[in-house]
């Protein structure tokens, strides 16, 4: 049996551990597609498909038409493998943890061919213990992928009513906890990954361990300004650590004679801090990003067995909607300023988004921009930690999805696999002052309620109400409370984006507004002014990534108007028609070469988002944000990015930071 609490100041009676440690075990790995005889070597984090890719038994799926030809890796079986080598010294530890930091998607993993555990969720931490099963000298990892196609009918089938699925033909994907993107969307292609797509460790400890310090505000009107740290351990029965907790060197808490520095409040699984004004976060443009180094450790006969230290911010972040003469209002305050939203959605940066440089690229651009806000949109992944470390240094608050963007199926086991993500998430999160929203889902709402998903699916009746009371449950009942739980309650929580519905005044007035007359609904540029909602959360306009960036992806010959392979590049159901129909409209223009027709997309996003964001900001205090849809690509294609595949700034973008950096 462990504890997972803290008890403090008993004498201990325990003989001296050995430290924590944590071993990667990211290389070394090989693969093979199940049934067959060759292995090759695999490179972890990473996919099927890159593997497969970089041994030359695929074409590169980013080049011309090759997407096509590399889907039947979605519908096979793989298995990885390694050897893990243990020594005396390392089965000394008490406890030996096998711990995967993603696992894409179902996953049966085997030590010395005893299963272990199962996995059915990319977006989750996996951890089990091992040390029974290890032996002195070579064991054997294994870890087999079965198709997330086959296992997503068999959820389907399970479930007896098939959801709305709209980009996915094969109808799986509601199903699944996984990435909505891979299963195609109207900015990129279909690739649905399977593999080790983050890192590998084994942890070694012994009778007590710190991971974490739970931090969380006051609820006392009379405690303004003060924040409760609570330090997260795991601890064996019978054992009583001492434990130290350092915020910038200086002790706030010591566990030894149960007092704490520091602290008005006596009791010993916590410390109460002070929070003064210069201790504060703020965003972009108000006020420093001030941050602190929070370190906990764990003692056994005052020798330190395990340490956990991370930066903190402290800030207060509020999402106001207050009744008015108009509607609803939905504005940010933070730190209690009111704080207009200067920012974009994000999409994940490639279609196998494995590494943290991509993402950090994405804030720089956001910082140039002089941004502060990002929402990250819920079909695609959690970013890394460096993503949420950068926000945290330039000021940008994040507007964080949870990855649900399909209607959920109605059952226990999915419900609470959402939940351990969700525990996942905030306690990956609950240090990061940047996070400033956390979102229940994308659009599900406004689209159950208006795009006649029920007489499409067939969804009437018993199985219409199912899936309304099904939706609620989750996320009005399911989410919230799974936060709160895990230490998010001082984070604001809405159930979905957006809350108003475009294309009726009613819209405009209250919550948060997805404006997609312009694209979507064929209406003129000038239209933005007039459909300004209380918080535009996403709007926008297509352009194409210059020529140049396309002939590294397709044949030169194939750049003209009309080809095949510029066809294959338009994953909108308008194809490319509003942009035509905007350059000549907007612009003047009708060009005839591909070249006139690249720059002339451009310059007519260029226009869309300058008038959307003069209107936005001209609308203050009723509107009180502008998030434009989107910052970045993952594909080298037509989209509403103003940065596109290669990283390269369109003129939208341009566009975009003259107008938020002269914009207080």
Known sequence: MRWLSLVVGCQLAVLLTAQEVHIPLNDGWQFQQVGKEQWYSAEVPGVVQTDLLRHGLIPDFMQGSNIDSVQWIENEDWVYKRTIVVSDSLLKHGHLDLVFKGLDTFAEVYINDSLIGKADNMFRTWVWPIKSLLRLGANELNVIFRSPIKEGAKLRDAYGIQLPHDNDPTGVSPYIRKAAYQFGWDFCPRLVTSGIWRSVELRGWSKARVYGVDMRRLDDPASEGKIMLMPSLEIDERIRPDVRLFLDDSLVLSGHDGSMVRSKDPA????????????????????????HRLRCEVLLKNKVVSTWEESVGFARAELVQRTDTVGRSFSFMVNGQAVFAKGVNLVPPSMVPISDGPWQDLVAAMVRADMNMVRVWSGGVYPPEAFYDACDAAGILVWQDIMIANLPPGTRTFSENV?????????????????ALYCGNNELDVAWKNWGWQSRYGLHEEDSTMTDHHYRDLFTIGIPTALDIHGAEDVPYSSTSPLSNWGNAEGLKSGDLHYWGVWHGDSTFSSFKNNVGRFVSEYGFQSYPDSAVLSQYIDAKELYLGSPAMERLQRSYKTDRPIWEAMERELGEKPTTIGGFIEGSQRAQALAYQLAIEA???????????????????WPGPSWSIIDYAGNPKPAYEVVKRLYTTTP
């Open 419 to 435: 939940g351990w993500e969700v525990a996942d998430l905030v306690g990956q999160l609950q240090r990061h002052p940047c996070v």
């Open 616 to 634: 936005h900001m001209s609308a203050q205090p009723r509107c009180m944000g502008t998030l434009l849809w989107q910052l970045n690509d993952c």
């Open 268 to 291: 010993p699984l916590s410390a109460t801090l002070e929070i003064t004004a210069s201790d504060r976060w703020h965003p972009r443009g108000r006020g420093s990003q001030s941050l």
